[in-house]
């Protein structure tokens, strides 16, 4: 890190209001803001984290009540205004708003995320950040596989909350283990529900992409009414249709069988896999007549996925006396995502050519169904303290479905729909926080927190897929030069959920935590917590955290922290297990025998073999310095340094290329296994060592001015990662692809700039937003010759509010507005033509969208 960027970071500033995260550094828990503060603070908190002024009651780490700059974390805090001039979800206002915040825009179901959407904070796998809701656990959800460029599973899906439901978000920036329990090495992301007592609004937004494609539809609204005891009711909902967006090339490669003198089809091994006029054939072969004429442009859709999102939560709380509140809130939301994966020839012996005689693309159909409630009670105890019990469950159904396809091997009767199996994540927490003002004589009373905590969670394979989507059905090629070859097992693209691979696994985790805030002296303000807990499946593990902040002038000040951090594999990671398919034939002709490829559980006789074995937890070593420089109450800056070290990260051993470990050494593990028909084995492993090093600077100036109200904001974030003592299998088995290192080095954008204006006079309001990411890698598995570098892009947005009634507002704006897209790949890297971009851009490949918006508040 140089000191010139230093110096620019030093130029930015922030948006400084922030309303609580956290309460009592619980396990599971962040209290309401300041409880002694009431709803009255609550409420002004919110209007505070509009304005950006930085005054706004908080709470970091403890229960005391202080002021975002007053805290000795880095927290940043984005109003409900803010998100919903974002983005149409969470993660994509998030994206746009957060300096500190990644993830890629591009990302579709037939990447292994299934439409799932999280939050990356400093570079970091989403895995390793902890989500909340009003200070509860949220559960993570059933999706095993990981996102590019990160590995990890069962990303926690954020935008399963209503945006509509939320007074805002909260994001500590910093490790957080010690306070909030396993998975917040990263940070924590906390979503902070309405607590209204009356009114309510609804929002309506048309849009579609420069392309004329990718139509969204979207409409979110709310409503509220008072509860007896001082309580409130607040229902909300968010509906929203995204139609595919399509930014395909023209299939490159070559459709059809070559064909002799006498009009028969011929497979060639010297024949070109790639269609050119120009090309040079075998001799005595020509092109097929249907080559030439094909239309190349029509052959398939590559793009954002096609997603219908709708999602709903009421949240309540009543007072059941003086000094205790009852509260809950439940949500559901159903998600259902569909793409396009990569088109499958003609001539691909895959393709049963009487049902698809000019092939095929396949549709991936994910939907997830979520359900999440939770109850508590608030008991005001006078001179015993505060406590806050607590119960909350939470599931995910993830069910997947493939269309437009075939069965090999069955022939004439295959199906062309698939319900390819169901995987469910369940989550059980229970949790008591206590917190207490102690007066040991000081200038200040110390804060003293403590608490229990109870969790179990479930994950399991519990539905398999369609019969014909993982067996074989004996039917060899009908026709064709491999005529009567053998086929292979389950569909043409996917492989559903086998008997074999079905099963569940449980987990109960137990654990409590102390702490305080103390004040020695007025200018120092020292937080510290300690926690234990015990899994039912890795004993126990002890984490803490050291927080101090020195106040060396009233508008200047040092803050730092020391904390370790521990994230328990998930238990999907635990017991998953999946097995594939090899095709059956070879462009040059080869008739291949058919094979069967398996991800092992990690403590399986396969993956002990190969040199794996059960997982151990992730573990980090967190440091962060900074200061804050508040010299008005107009104008903030807050810049801070960190360094994450983890180690034991966790990654699929799946060999050089990416597609499994293959040889004498495998086929020796699965057939003492067992599994003689399996010739290619991964499974996951503790893999690799990460040290991520970055800055972070956040601000806002905010001012009245006699022509109009001005609110300027910048954030930067700048980080970069160093993977090492990459693990080794056994002689013969190379674990992990060239990529799997260098991604996590170089796939994420290594710098992040935010800059914001927001001009208001009278009615209208006028808002610019600039993002600049900087420059990241596409890393080739296998070749470096085909690694692809991505410079620095610039992407603006723009917004025209104006209120034309007390109560109804109108929007038109832009995201992209200068239709900026990423390079497409090489050549070599596009599989087919048709996908000319890759899935780790930051804003993905759809170029410029336009959209219209009405408010209206009631």
Same mark, same amino acid.
Do not use: C
């Given at each position: 890190?140089?000191?010139?960027?230093?110096a620019?970071?030093?130029l930015?500033?922030?948006?400084?209001?922030?309303p609580?995260?956290a309460?009592?550094?619980?396990n599971d828990?962040?209290?309401?803001?300041?409880?002694?503060?009431?709803?009255?603070?609550?409420?002004? *908190?919110d #209007?505070d /984290?509009?304005r950006?002024?930085g005054? %706004?009651?908080?709470?970091v &780490? !403890?229960?005391r009540?202080?002021? @975002?700059?007053?805290?000795?974390t880095?927290?940043?805090?984005?109003?409900?205004?803010?998100?919903?001039?974002?983005?149409?979800?969470?993660?994509q206002?998030?994206q746009?708003?957060l300096p500190?915040?990644?993830f890629?825009q591009?990302?579709n179901a037939?990447?292994?995320?299934?439409?799932?959407?999280s939050?990356?904070?400093?570079g970091?796998?989403?895995?390793?950040?902890?989500v909340?809701?009003?200070?509860k656990?949220?559960?993570?959800s059933?999706?095993?596989?990981?996102?590019?460029?990160?590995?990890?599973?069962?990303?926690?899906?954020?935008?399963?909350?209503p945006v509509? *439901?939320? #007074?805002? /978000?909260?994001v500590?920036?910093?490790? %957080?283990?010690a306070?909030? &329990? !396993?998975?917040?090495?990263?940070? @924590?992301?906390?979503?902070?529900l309405?607590?209204?007592?009356?009114?309510?609004?609804i929002?309506?937004?048309v849009?579609?992409y420069?392309?004329?494609?990718?139509p969204?539809?979207?409409?979110?609204?709310?409503?509220?009414?008072?509860?007896?005891?001082?309580?409130?009711i607040?229902?909300?909902?968010?509906?929203?249709?995204?139609?595919?967006?399509?930014?395909?090339?023209?299939d490159i490669?070559?459709r059809?069988?070559?064909?002799d003198?006498g009009?028969?089809?011929?497979v060639?091994?010297?024949?070109?896999?790639?269609?050119?006029p120009?090309?040079?054939?075998?001799?005595?072969l020509s092109?097929?007549?249907?080559?030439?004429?094909a239309?190349?442009?029509?052959?398939g859709?590559?793009?954002n996925?096609?997603?219908?999102?709708?999602?709903?939560?009421?949240?309540?709380?009543t007072?059941?006396?003086s000094?205790?509140?009852l509260?809950?809130?439940?949500?559901?939301?159903?998600?259902?995502t569909?793409?396009?994966?990569?088109?499958?020839?003609?001539s691909?012996?895959?393709v049963?050519?009487a049902?698809?005689p000019?092939?095929?693309?396949?549709?991936?159909?994910v939907?997830?169904t979520?359900?999440?409630?939770?109850?508590?009670?608030?008991?005001?105890?006078?001179?015993?303290?505060?406590?806050d019990?607590?119960?909350?469950?939470?599931?995910?159904i993830?069910?997947r479905?493939?269309?437009?396809?075939d069965?090999?091997?069955?022939?004439?009767?295959?199906?062309t729909d698939f319900?390819?199996?169901?995987?469910?994540?369940?989550q059980v927490?229970a949790?008591?926080?206590?917190?207490?003002?102690?007066?040991?004589?000081?200038?200040?009373?110390?804060?003293?927190?403590?608490?229990?905590?109870?969790?179990?969670?479930?994950?399991g394979?519990?539905?398999?897929?369609d019969?014909?989507?993982?067996n074989?059905g004996?039917?060899?090629?009908?026709d064709?030069?491999?005529?009567?070859?053998?086929?292979?097992?389950g569909?043409?693209?996917?492989s559903?959920?086998?008997?074999?691979?079905?099963?569940?696994?449980?987990?109960?985790?137990v654990?409590g935590?102390?702490?305080?805030?103390?004040r020695?002296?007025?200018?120092l303000?020292?937080?510290?917590?300690g926690?234990?807990?015990?899994?039912?499946?890795?004993?126990?593990?002890?984490?803490?955290?050291?927080a101090l902040r020195?106040?060396?002038t009233?508008?200047?000040?040092?803050?730092?922290?020391?904390?370790?951090g521990?994230?328990?594999?998930?238990?999907?990671?635990?017991?998953?297990?999946?097995?594939?398919?090899?095709?059956?034939?070879?462009?040059s002709?080869?008739?291949?025998?058919?094979t069967?490829?398996r991800?092992?559980?990690?403590?399986?006789a396969?993956?002990?073999?190969?040199g794996?074995?059960?997982l151990?937890?992730?573990?980090?070593?967190?440091?962060?310095a900074?200061?804050?420089?508040?010299?008005?109450?107009?104008?903030?800056?807050?810049?801070?340094?960190?360094?994450?070290?983890l180690?034991g990260?966790?990654?699929?051993?799946?060999?050089?290329?990416g597609?499994?470990?293959?040889?004498?050494?495998?086929?020796?593990a699965?057939?003492?296994?067992?599994?003689?028909?399996?010739?290619?084995?991964?499974?996951?492993?503790?893999?690799m060592?990460?040290?991520?090093?970055g800055?972070d600077?956040?601000?806002?100036?905010?001012?009245q001015?006699?022509?109009?109200?001005?609110t300027?904001?910048a954030?930067?974030?700048?980080?970069?990662?160093?993977?090492?003592?990459?693990?080794?299998?056994?002689a013969?088995?190379?674990?992990?692809?060239?990529?799997?290192?260098?991604?996590?080095?170089?796939?994420t954008?290594?710098?992040?700039?935010?800059?914001?204006?927001?001009?208001?006079?009278?009615?209208?309001t006028l808002?610019?937003?600039?993002?600049?990411?900087?420059?990241?890698?596409?890393?080739?598995?296998?070749?470096?010759?085909?690694d692809?570098?991505y410079?620095?892009?610039?992407?603006?947005?723009?917004e025209?509010?104006v209120q034309v009634?007390?109560?109804?507002q109108?929007?038109?704006?832009?995201?992209?507005?200068f239709?900026?897209?990423?390079h497409?790949?090489?050549?070599?890297n596009?599989?087919?033509?048709?996908n000319?971009?890759?899935?780790?851009?930051?804003?993905?490949?759809?170029?410029g969208y336009?959209?219209?918006?009405?408010?209206?508040n009631?």
């Amino acid at each position: 890190m140089t000191l010139s960027r230093i110096a620019l970071v030093s130029l930015l500033a922030t948006s400084v209001a922030t309303p609580a995260l956290a309460a009592a550094t619980s396990n599971d828990a962040v209290a309401e803001v300041a409880a002694e503060a009431g709803a009255a603070d609550d409420a002004a *908190a919110d #209007a505070d /984290a509009s304005r950006g002024d930085g005054n %706004a009651i908080v709470v970091v &780490g !403890s229960t005391r009540a202080t002021t @975002v700059l007053q805290s000795s974390t880095p927290v940043d805090v984005v109003s409900n205004q803010e998100i919903g001039t974002g983005g149409v979800v969470l993660n994509q206002a998030l994206q746009h708003i957060l300096p500190s915040f990644q993830f890629p825009q591009g990302q579709n179901a037939s990447k292994g995320s299934s439409g799932i959407r999280s939050a990356s904070l400093r570079g970091l796998s989403p895995d390793l950040t902890l989500v909340l809701v009003d200070g509860k656990r949220l559960h993570n959800s059933a999706q095993t596989g990981g996102v590019d460029p990160w590995p990890g599973s069962n990303y926690v899906d954020i935008n399963q909350i209503p945006v509509s *439901a939320l #007074a805002r /978000a909260e994001v500590l920036r910093d490790g %957080a283990s010690a306070q909030y &329990g !396993s998975d917040a090495i990263a940070g @924590v992301l906390n979503l902070v529900l309405r607590r209204d007592d009356h009114g309510g609004g609804i929002n309506a937004e048309v849009g579609q992409y420069y392309e004329g494609d990718g139509p969204t539809r979207a409409i979110n609204g709310w409503a509220a009414a008072p509860l007896p005891g001082d309580g409130f009711i607040n229902v909300s909902a968010d509906l929203s249709y995204r139609g595919q967006t399509d930014r395909s090339g023209p299939d490159i490669r070559r459709r059809y069988f070559l064909v002799d003198a006498g009009g028969n089809s011929v497979v060639s091994a010297s024949a070109p896999t790639n269609y050119s006029p120009s090309a040079v054939l075998p001799a005595g072969l020509s092109w097929d007549p249907r080559e030439i004429t094909a239309d190349r442009n029509s052959v398939g859709a590559w793009g954002n996925a096609q997603v219908r999102h709708d999602a709903f939560l009421v949240n309540a709380e009543t007072g059941l006396s003086s000094n205790v509140r009852l509260y809950g809130w439940f949500d559901y939301s159903y998600t259902r995502t569909q793409n396009g994966v990569n088109p499958q020839v003609p001539s691909a012996d895959a393709v049963v050519r009487a049902l698809f005689p000019n092939g095929f693309q396949p549709i991936t159909d994910v939907r997830l169904t979520d359900y999440t409630g939770t109850l508590g009670l608030k008991i005001d105890g006078g001179s015993l303290g505060k406590f806050d019990l607590s119960a909350n469950y939470g599931t995910n159904i993830l069910d997947r479905f493939i269309h437009n396809l075939d069965a090999p091997s069955y022939g004439l009767a295959s199906q062309t729909d698939f319900y390819l199996g169901q995987y469910r994540s369940d989550q059980v927490n229970a949790n008591l926080d206590w917190s207490k003002d102690a007066d040991l004589g000081l200038s200040n009373p110390v804060q003293l927190i403590g608490g229990l905590s109870y969790r179990h969670e479930t994950w399991g394979a519990y539905v398999g897929g369609d019969e014909q989507s993982w067996n074989n059905g004996g039917v060899p090629v009908l026709d064709g030069p491999n005529a009567g070859a053998a086929t292979r097992w389950g569909t043409a693209d996917a492989s559903g959920l086998g008997p074999w691979d079905l099963g569940s696994r449980a987990r109960t985790t137990v654990g409590g935590y102390l702490g305080f805030d103390v004040r020695p002296v007025d200018p120092l303000l020292i937080s510290v917590t300690g926690r234990y807990e015990h899994y039912s499946d890795f004993g126990g593990t002890a984490t803490g955290k050291i927080a101090l902040r020195y106040d060396i002038t009233p508008t200047f000040a040092l803050r730092g922290s020391v904390s370790n951090g521990y994230r328990a594999p998930s238990i999907g990671q635990i017991q998953n297990q999946s097995t594939g398919f090899s095709s059956n034939w070879s462009h040059s002709g080869t008739v291949l025998t058919t094979t069967r490829t398996r991800t092992y559980r990690p403590d399986s006789a396969v993956a002990i073999a190969l040199g794996g074995g059960a997982l151990k937890p992730e573990k980090s070593v967190n440091l962060s310095a900074g200061a804050v420089w508040q010299p008005s109450r107009d104008l903030s800056f807050t810049v801070d340094a960190y360094q994450i070290k983890l180690s034991g990260l966790i990654l699929l051993a799946a060999a050089a290329t990416g597609n499994g470990l293959t040889g004498t050494v495998v086929t020796d593990a699965t057939t003492a296994a067992g599994d003689a028909n399996i010739t290619a084995a991964s499974f996951l492993t503790n893999g690799m060592d990460t040290r991520t090093r970055g800055v972070d600077a956040v601000g806002r100036f905010h001012h009245q001015f006699d022509f109009g109200e001005v609110t300027l904001t910048a954030g930067y974030s700048l980080m970069s990662t160093r993977a090492y003592n990459l693990k080794t299998g056994v002689a013969g088995a190379t674990l992990f692809t060239r990529g799997q290192k260098l991604d996590l080095e170089r796939g994420t954008p290594q710098n992040k700039l935010l800059l914001g204006q927001v001009f208001t006079r009278g009615p209208w309001t006028l808002q610019v937003d600039e993002v600049r990411y900087g420059s990241y890698w596409y890393t080739h598995p296998t070749t470096a010759a085909y690694d692809e570098y991505y410079g620095p892009d610039w992407f603006v947005n723009a917004e025209v509010r104006v209120q034309v009634t007390p109560k109804l507002q109108l929007a038109a704006g832009g995201r992209n507005i200068f239709d900026v897209y990423p390079h497409q790949y090489l050549v070599a890297n596009q599989v087919n033509g048709i996908n000319r971009y890759g899935f780790i851009h930051p804003e993905g490949a759809s170029g410029g969208y336009w959209y219209g918006r009405l408010s209206y508040n009631f």
